[in-house]
């Protein structure tokens, strides 16, 4: 386009006419070079040809680029510059670092195409160009490039609506950018696929090839920065390196990103600051934009804590915790509140050197942001003290913070990113807190195989630093003793935990609490090893000194009275075990309040044991009032609300509903997984409990095909010796025999028991359970001589550590009697029976569900003896109490009163 303009403008009384010999296109100010193989990105109308043409009234006329320092605003609008330059009539870029150099930029503008009548002014200028614009009918583009703040702009932006457009690059994201007329889009990071787009072109010429994958993990090593790769490729390129030479350059933390970057005098065309000065000058910004709202230098101390911690995510809660508070005003010299910390975050946020996402409660800092901080702004001697306040911060947050959903992992991502960073600073003076609750997380989530590798290498760090003495190289081994025993190894873990306990009395004395604690260790791994017995003898010995040490009311000495009363239910002693968790409960009401985690886990333990004494019902009643107290203390999706859950589907299933057993762990299965994730021990026991009752409903087939299926998981999450893994691999031959082939099935529990008694000992309470469904096998397969030795074998292993009335005891009395019984002697096999029935209603209470097999034993016993009264009167007197509790259409009902119609038959 070319001509002249007509006409003239009057600004504050000075006449600007028109310069006569104008040649258009006019062009003020000098557009960047584009960087070699630049990448179009997908922004909408910027890749649009016509973008600065007159636009239709409906049309925003201004537009505003946002984001970090680096992600390649500036070449975007210089892409659009260039390739508008037939489209216009007048281009204009601006470097608008303040106000003063916009103003200068508009008034070279008008200089070029307008001419002053007295001595030119340049404020008069530029409001003289400005006025133009609103005039003209000429398309023009305006950039405006790195806008630090809305304020530099004020009366400045360009007329909307007229014949031209208006770009804005800038950090700043706030909603001061926004207007009529304006639309704001925000400019983040590279693609993958851009990322090696741009690197396979950068490094065409390299004499050293570079695979794919190579550019692949070098783009997410610089988290896909533009600036950042166009810097790596140079500094490849000039150094004529191959990228995983270089990528190892990179991530060694005693080099500065200075040193694996190009000089500023090396920067190629399109670069005009390396990285560090990029953010450096926005950091430096934020503090200016604080003045007046909070001390100086709170933005450049929030990103120093930041700097330490997860580029992914970090906790905004933590910046508020006094502990990071305090960090902070220390570090400005006075004190900073909640309020000012927020007015940073907000500032940081608009100039985007992090990103604050609120309803996440997360805060996103870049990584390359990160090191530059580090680097740049935190010395060695602040580094100790900021790990250490970080550290302190994490943890007051994560005692407070709701870890359902699986938060968890954000939290031990923060903690494993503060000890990467800090490095020995973590274990001075002491070994700081924050990384044994990182190793408990783990193992909280089911991860126990990493939580074993944190607490081993914390474990070596301290041994080297303070030696194998110090208190907490002692503490690491009960937490390593502990994750052998929930790994399935609960004979390692003893005796780990014997050698512990020598120590812990030679370093730390007796009644040192860490003393204490390995010593309930000791007692919950041997009750765990199938010694209940001597569980219960060794907590009550733990309890004597934790009164006389810590005293009644100490969390320890109520939770080793909890233990007691568990173990008392782990020997059959089910009447004691609810005594004293009955006993107990008052107690914690008092000391640690209703709501509290030990309160809530007790009343779980409660209702298990009442349901395991034969009051289902009355477990079923407490559960449900149990889980509604859970849901609103911790929440719907907390694991000890998903644990209650499966508690309350299997005693519903126990009360004769075991069609809504099976609806309530399908749809427990499908919300662990949700939370915990598909591998989790968790999401693994419940699958077990759902085939459980699919057995129960549906039978055995399709059981079978679901029991193979979690065979296979647990053998990979687990491994194949984990108790949970060789438990299945015993139900699902009990399911095979249940299915037709008890011969398959014998062979199989013959091998899985010799692998019991290897991997977890021989009075392992899973060994028995193996054993016991060997027993029963053996009797479907017609081995019934067989059988019985198995089952005397068995017998006698199990009274070395159970008493003869413990439940499990009684369950394989029941079954032998039933295998020995001689028609030529009913009496005897009669006598057996009564003894065993006595004793069962003593241990379990007359509502167990054992003790109807048991009855029923008896009374077809006694028919088939030719003592029909008796069983007459036994099985009515059975279904009188059936149809009383459960009613008369009840399963057991139907069949007590089929059987009574039989004996009947016999008495006529």
């Known amino acids: ?123 008069r200028g530029a409001q003289a160009f400005l006025e133009w614009f609103a005039t003209t009918k000429r398309p023009w583009l305006v950039v405006l490039d790195d806008v630090p703040t809305p304020q530099l702009l004020s009366r400045l ?52 090839p570079s695979t794919e994958v190579d550019l692949d993990d070098l783009a997410a090593d610089l988290g896909h920065l533009p600036l950042a790769l166009a810097h790596a490729a140079s500094y490849v390129m000039s150094r004529q390196q191959s990228v995983p030479a270089y990528r190892t350059l990179l991530a060694d933390r005693r080099r500065k990103v200075e040193a694996v970057f190009p000089k500023e005098y090396e920067l190629g065309e399109g670069h005009t600051r390396t990285i560090a000065a990029t953010w450096q000058v926005s950091v430096s910004l934020a503090d200016e934009l604080l003045s007046g709202v909070a001390p100086v230098g709170t933005a450049a101390a929030l990103m120093r804590v930041a700097a330490l911690l997860d580029p992914n995510g970090v906790p905004t809660d933590l910046f508020n915790s006094p502990a990071v508070l305090q960090s902070v005003s220390t570090a400005v010299g006075e004190e900073v509140d909640g309020h000012h910390l927020e007015e940073a975050l907000h500032v940081l946020d608009q100039l985007s050197l992090l990103t604050v996402d609120r309803p996440g409660g997360q805060t996103r800092v870049h990584g390359l942001v990160q090191r530059v ?70 193992r909280a989530v089911g991860q126990l195989s990493r939580a074993q590798a944190h607490f081993l290498d914390l474990h070596t760090t301290i041994d080297r630093l303070r030696g194998g003495d110090h208190r907490d190289s002692l503490v690491c081994r009960g937490e390593l003793a502990r994750l052998e025993g929930e790994s399935g190894r609960p004979d390692t873990a003893l005796t780990s935990l014997e050698d512990l306990r020598a120590d812990c009395h030679r370093v730390l004395g007796a009644d040192d609490h860490e003393s204490l604690s390995v010593r309930a260790q000791l007692a919950h791994w041997r009750g765990v090893a199938g010694h209940p017995a001597a569980a219960l003898q060794e907590f009550e010995e733990v309890l ?21 009363a568990r173990s008392k239910g782990d020997c059959g002693d089910h009447g004691g075990a609810i005594a004293g968790y009955e006993a107990l409960l008052p107690d914690l009401y008092r000391v640690l309040g209703p709501d509290h985690v030990v309160t809530l886990s007790v009343r779980a333990n409660l209702a298990n044991q009442r349901g395991e004494a034969g009051n289902p019902a009355v477990a079923v009643t407490e559960l449900e009032g149990l889980l509604s107290d859970l849901k609103r ?29 099976l609806g309530e762990f399908r749809a427990l299965v499908e919300d662990r997984a949700r939370v915990l994730g598909d591998d989790h021990p968790s999401v693994l026991m419940a699958r077990n409990n759902f085939v459980h009752w699919m057995s129960a409903t549906e039978g055995p087939v399709r059981a079978v095909r679901e029991y193979r299926a979690l065979f296979a998981d647990q053998t990979r999450v687990l491994g194949p010796h984990h108790p949970a893994t060789l438990a299945t ?20 529990l013959t091998q899985v028991l010799a692998e019991c008694r290897q991997a977890l000992g021989a009075a392992h309470p899973h060994t028995f359970g193996v054993w016991a469904k060997l027993v029963t096998c053996r009797e479907l397969a017609g081995d019934i001589s067989g059988a019985i030795e198995e089952g005397k074998r068995l017998l006698a292993e199990m009274l070395i550590d159970l008493p003869r009335d413990h439940p499990e005891v009684l369950i394989l009395r029941g079954n032998l009697a039933g295998l020995q019984a001689d028609p030529e002697d009913p009496a005897r096999t009669i006598s057996e029976y009564v003894e065993l029935l006595a004793d069962s209603r003593r241990v379990l209470g007359q509502g167990h569900s054992s003790i109807f097999a048991i009855r029923v034993n008896l009374a077809t016993l006694r028919a088939n003896a030719g003592e029909l009264d008796e069983a007459v009167a036994e099985f009515q007197l059975m279904l009188r109490e059936i149809v009383s509790v459960r009613g008369a259409d009840h399963p057991e009902a139907r069949f007590v009163r089929s059987l009574l119609n039989e004996v009947r038959m016999l008495q006529r």
């Open 1 to 123: 386009m070319s001509g002249n303009i007509d006409g003239q403008l009057i600004v504050g009384g000075v006449h600007f006419y028109p310069r006569p010999q104008v040649s258009w296109p006019v062009q003020s100010g000098l557009v960047p070079s584009l960087a070699a193989h630049h990448q179009k990105r997908d922004m909408g109308l910027l890749d649009a040809p016509t973008v600065v043409l007159v636009p239709d009234e409906s049309e925003e006329s201004g537009l505003v680029m946002s984001g970090m320092g680096g992600v390649g605003k500036t070449q975007i609008a210089a892409h659009v510059a260039h390739s508008s330059r037939a489209s216009v009539d007048l281009l204009v870029w601006v470097t608008a670092s303040s106000q003063d150099a916009v103003v200068a930029a508009y008034s070279d503008a008008a200089r070029k195409i307008l001419v002053a009548e007295d001595n030119w002014d340049p404020d």
């Open 729 to 748: 691999r015993g139900n699902l031959a009990g399911q095979v025999a249940d299915a037709g082939d008890p011969i398959t099935a014998v062979a199989e």
């Open 633 to 661: 203390v911790r929440g719907s999706d907390h694991p000890d609300t998903l644990i209650v859950r499966g508690n309350l589907a299997s005693w519903k299933g126990s009360s004769g509903d075991p069609a809504g057993a």
């Open 544 to 564: 004597i000194d934790d009164l006389r040490v810590l005293g009644p009311d100490h969390r320890d000495t109520l939770s080793t009275r909890g233990n007691i």
């Open 157 to 208: 932006w360009p007329p909307n609506g007229s014949a031209g457009r208006t770009i804005v690059t800038t950090r700043y994201r706030g909603y001061g950018m926004t207007g009529r007329g304006r639309r704001v889009v925000e400019v983040g990071v590279f693609t993958p696929a851009m990322s090696r787009a741009f690197l396979l072109a950068e490094l065409a010429d390299s004499p050293i």
């Open 373 to 442: 901080i580090r680097e740049s702004l935190i010395s060695d001697g602040e580094l100790a003290v900021l790990a250490r306040s970080a550290g302190d911060g994490l943890l007051q947050i994560w005692a407070q913070a709701d870890l359902s959903g699986g938060a968890d992992s954000l939290f031990q991502s923060n903690t494993i990113q503060l000890l990467q960073h800090a490095g020995s600073h973590l274990h001075h003076p002491e070994v700081h807190r924050v990384l044994f609750v990182l190793g408990h997380s783990f």
